[in-house]
């Protein structure tokens, strides 16, 4: 099966510039995650999907970051403007969303590489 | 938010030993992950863990769901240098229908 394809795999911007990035998650997951991973760290969730809806943004920056699935399949996440603390790996996964209460496993792409200068 | 302590930060080992590595919360978890990073790349599932007291084996890794469902462990028997990376647990806290994440433990194995 083919995995979870993000690009672009790098990014290189100025800060107050825009960037977008883009996920096209294994097919017949309903749940779609972005994720940001700064350098040393684990991941931390930045908004999560189910189908095309949002079911939690809580840790997304709002005023800066903005992300749509549309159609409930591909995904794009939004900075603008970027700040340089926005430099980090942005990890998009996909799981099949199970009905019950546990989560099914996450399956992760490469990445897109942020740096903001 | 919720906190998960995955230790040690770092390991060197040499080729052939053995590896453990462990995360504890002071939250009560229903599922945890374990997943690996390579550089460049994105986190790989390696074992998945939904039972209290669970022991689960992938080749020559072994993880276990701690019989409190506050702490899980891996152990990599006989290392290699392919298993050089980041080695992450994730867990689900609750109900919450979203994983966090520990900062992971950087292996190194020396030939």
């Known amino acids: 099966e083919a995995g979870v394809a993000q690009s672009p795999r790098y990014k290189i911007i100025e800060k107050r510039q825009s960037v977008a990035f883009w996920c096209n998650p294994i097919s017949g997951h309903a749940t779609l995650y972005w994720y940001q991973q700064i350098l040393g760290q684990g991941p931390k969730l930045l908004i999560q999907f189910q189908n095309n809806g949002v079911v939690d943004d809580s840790q997304l920056p709002k005023d800066r970051f903005s992300a749509e699935r549309l159609k409930g399949v591909d995904s794009t996440l939004k900075i603008q403007p970027a700040k340089l603390e926005d430099s980090a790996v942005y990890l998009c996964?996909?799981?099949?969303?199970?009905?019950?209460?546990?989560?099914?496993?996450?399956?992760f792409g490469n990445g897109t590489r942020l740096t903001v200068t | 938010g919720q906190q998960l302590n995955q230790s040690p930060q770092s390991m060197f080992i040499q080729e052939g030993e053995d590896v453990s590595m462990n995360c504890t919360s002071s939250s009560i978890f229903n599922t945890w992950l374990w997943y690996k990073q390579e550089p460049g790349e994105g986190p790989v599932l390696l074992i998945a863990l939904y039972k209290a007291g669970e022991l689960t084996s992938n080749g020559r890794l072994t993880a276990q769901f701690g019989i409190t469902r506050k702490d899980s462990f891996l152990n990599i028997s006989a290392s290699i240098p392919s298993d050089v990376g980041i080695y992450f647990c994730a867990g689900q806290i609750g109900s919450a229908r979203q994983l966090t994440f520990g900062s992971g433990t950087q292996l190194t194995v020396l030939p």
């Open positions: 996964a996909s799981s099949l969303g199970s009905p019950g209460i546990r989560i099914s496993p996450l399956h």
